[in-house]
């Protein structure tokens, strides 16, 4: 049973667009929902992470917008670049605990 | 400060064999956790450790065991190889009141 729904499963942008990826999750009782930006032949690095408490966050071209009640949140990239393409994966999980990620979004933005 | 760093970075191993996989956490770091990234798929959670036990379990066989040391680097063993074990492991340290988790780039391992 997948516990997070990760949609598109891959994205092309232009330069300067905005690059928007959703996620579902099921389990209400996640508390920390994490996005992490993966390199070929990297390891996932962490982007930026919200609670449910609070239903936006931006850090720089990254905004977070978080919907409790519809249990959906979102990763918004504004004015993408090229070196955004990577593979995004969202995630959530209970405190200190595991986390289980949806199945990444391809992004590539072309110049 | 280093991150965290996983070794070896690739691996092959033949079907049946035995490997172990390990993992140094970020300084200051008490807990570990591991994890399977297959071809094209999100990581999927293997187990978590803490003071040198394992605290939590994902869905994998018992072929799949772990350990921690007092320094709190860790080690994945996978017993009895099989050819759907071949995926990226990845490992990822955090503080245990906290839930920010850094991961090291993995290890690429291949079982032919």
């Known amino acids: 049973q997948q516990q997070v729904k990760q949609s598109p499963q891959s994205l092309i942008v232009q330069k300067g667009g905005i690059s928007i990826i959703n996620c579902a999750y099921e389990?209400?009782?996640?508390?920390?929902f994490p996005w992490y930006q993966q390199f070929p032949g990297k390891g996932p690095a962490l982007l930026i992470a919200i609670r449910p408490d609070v239903s936006e966050k931006k850090e720089g071209r990254f905004t977070i917008s978080f919907n409790k009640s519809a249990k959906q949140f979102s990763l918004h990239i504004m004015d993408s670049q090229p070196g955004d393409s990577a593979t995004y994966f969202c995630?959530?999980?209970?405190?200190?605990?595991?986390?289980?990620f949806g199945d990444g979004t391809t992004l590539t933005v072309k110049p | 400060d280093a991150g965290v760093t996983q070794s070896p970075t690739h691996l092959i191993k033949t079907r049946g064999q035995q490997v172990t996989l390990r993992c140094s956490p970020k300084s200051g770091h008490d807990t570990v956790s591991w994890y399977q990234q297959a071809l094209g798929q999100g990581p999927q959670f293997i187990f978590q450790y803490y003071e040198e036990e394992e605290r939590q379990r994902g869905n994998f066989p018992d072929r799949f065991s772990g350990h921690q040391f007092p320094n709190y680097s860790s080690e994945l063993n996978v017993n009895a190889l099989l050819l759907g074990d071949s995926a990226l492991y990845l490992c990822a340290s955090s503080l245990t009141q906290g839930d920010e988790a850094f991961f090291g780039q993995g290890t690429r391992l291949t079982v032919v």
């Open positions: 389990n209400t009782a996640f508390d920390y």
């Open positions: 995630a959530a999980s209970l405190w200190a605990g595991k986390s289980t």
